[in-house]
């Protein structure tokens, strides 16, 4: 089957309107490319404002020339390198540091009155070259080797983040949330008016998590005074007069009722972020949020990155907020997990040492989890584990039988001494609900590969870091010796202190 550059490429050599010998010799850039002159023009030239022929590039001369003498009064315009149209829609993506640009490539930069222009033209010479901290043109290119040809970050802001494709390296998430400040995270007040009614909403056909997010954020609003309830159906009345919180955005916006949304409501909507930023799932997201440049995140370094980004953006942290979904009393587990696995019994000791299960893991299997649990196979062995590592293939139901309720996780967890975290990729990211909401808050001592900074809990002192090709001694220290007792004996009092201190109010997120 012919792509529809086949077929352009066709009709533009047959018009007889293109001459590829004169459009590589007046734009050198066309030859150090390797691509084609044709395709060249289609993917990139044309919507540089370049010309395909010395006719077509005469005759617009001689229009210009006609406009000038209309207008001989009119200041003469700043010469740009790119249509203003395109120069604003890359603007628009907030990738684009005109700082950190100047900064980085201060001697290379030949157009310093035209920052994005210079970026966009200097591709074919120096495709190294990147907008800011966030974005890599070159990893952009290896993630999507079919994006010959066209500029990556053109190709992004034009296609790429409507179709999902994943946009941002682990190595440049990492670096760019690092250094994230989180001193510049939006209280909630700034998003939302407790004037107006708050109204959050997620598909009713997604992911049954995101269900419990919505319904849980808007119990958390309650709590702090915030007029607010969750619905799945919102009116027409409540689409044009409510603050309106959509929760995964990649999903509501895409495939729920978000996609027949008018526009200017999805331009007043706030976004609540749950997806790690080197995942295509993300790149979605982050699509919506452009929409209105409001967000919410419920991992705190993730507010901080879109804040840094130049986004309204708060945080609202996962509880066990008494009267939420989050919140659980000791009960026994489900049959959903009973009937596939022998559990011990659950004792709830008030000592971490007497809880039944030294190490508890529960996470989505994957290539780089399956490889690091084999890692540490011969430790895990000699120690009591509860271990629960599904495969999904789409969004999880609350009824599948892989998967493990939050009630069952507190429930598991409470009786832990351990959770341990292998990430699911490169990229550090803190898994708030994970780590904090299923570990921290209900005392099982996290120890995990490193994570970025929270700003609100430390490692060695509400959690254990380690690489994971030192987990193995890390866990054999821990569970078996008396000063690795006595490690985790700490770290456990330093959570329920923490949890004690949030559930009282004292250090209650706003």
């Not at 998003?191 to 808007?218: C, P, Q």
């Not at 380690?466 to 006595?486: F, N, R």
Request: proline share 6%; glycine share 8%; with cysteine.
């Amino acid at each position: 089957m012919r792509s529809f550059y086949d077929e352009a490429q066709k009709n533009l050599i047959n018009s007889g309107l293109f001459d590829p010998d004169w459009y590589s010799a007046t734009y050198p850039d066309v030859g150090m490319s390797g691509v084609p002159p044709h395709e060249h023009f289609l993917r990139i030239g044309r919507r540089l404002g370049r010309h395909g022929s010395l006719a077509a590039a005469t005759a617009y001369s001689g229009e210009r020339s006609e406009q000038a003498q209309v207008v001989v009064e009119a200041p003469k315009p700043e010469t740009s390198l790119i249509p203003e149209d395109l120069s604003s829609l890359i603007r628009r993506s907030r990738l684009f540091d005109e700082q950190w640009y100047s900064n980085t490539y201060r001697s290379l930069i030949r157009h310093r009155s035209d920052l994005v222009g210079d970026y966009i033209t200097a591709f074919e010479a120096d495709s190294n070259r990147d907008p800011g901290p966030l974005f890599s043109t070159s990893d952009y290119l290896e993630f999507n080797p079919d994006v010959r040809g066209m500029h990556p970050l053109l190709h992004l802001v034009e296609h790429g983040m409507a179709e999902g494709r994943p946009a941002f390296s682990a190595r440049k998430v990492n670096d760019f949330l690092r250094r994230a400040d989180h001193g510049k995270v939006a209280p909630l007040a700034d998003l939302i008016s407790k004037d107006r009614h708050t109204t959050v909403v997620s598909w009713k056909d997604g992911n049954f998590f995101f269900g419990e997010i919505g319904a849980y954020a808007a119990t958390y609003l309650q709590s702090l005074g915030f007029p607010a309830e969750y619905d799945t159906k919102p009116s027409r009345g409540t689409l044009a007069s409510d603050n309106l919180i959509v929760v995964a955005p990649h999903e509501f916006c895409v495939y729920g009722p978000g996609k027949d949304w008018p526009a200017e409501v999805l331009a007043r909507a706030v976004y609540l972020n749950t997806e790690q930023w080197q995942t295509s799932w993300f790149t979605l997201t982050y699509n919506a949020a452009l929409k209105s440049g409001k967000m919410l995140d419920m991992n705190p370094t993730s507010a901080a990155g879109f804040a840094e980004l130049g986004f309204t953006c708060g945080f609202v942290p996962l509880l066990p907020l008494e009267g939420s979904c989050f919140s659980h009393e000791d009960k026994p587990l489900s049959s959903s997990i009973t009937r596939g696995k022998w559990v011990k019994d659950l004792s709830y000791p008030d000592e971490l040492k007497d809880r039944p299960y030294d190490l508890l893991f529960v996470g989505v299997q994957n290539k780089r989890r399956a490889e690091g649990i084999a890692s540490l196979a011969h430790v895990l062995q000699a120690y009591d584990c509860f271990m629960h590592i599904p495969v999904f293939g789409g969004p999880v139901r609350a009824n599948d039988p892989d998967m493990v309720s939050n009630s069952d996780l507190s429930q598991l967890a409470r009786n832990s001494k351990i959770l341990l975290n292998i990430h699911q990729g490169e990229a550090e990211y803190f898994e708030w609900h994970r780590l904090f909401l299923s570990g921290i808050m209900e005392g099982a001592v996290v120890v995990t590969e490193p994570c970025l900074p929270t700003g609100i809990v430390f490692p060695d002192e509400h959690y254990i870091e380690a690489e994971l090709e030192d987990m193995p001694s890390l866990l054999d220290h821990l569970l078996g010796t008396e000063e690795g007792h006595q490690k985790l004996s700490r770290i456990h009092q330093n959570c329920l202190e923490l949890r004690s201190e949030i559930l009282s109010g004292g250090k209650l997120f706003k």
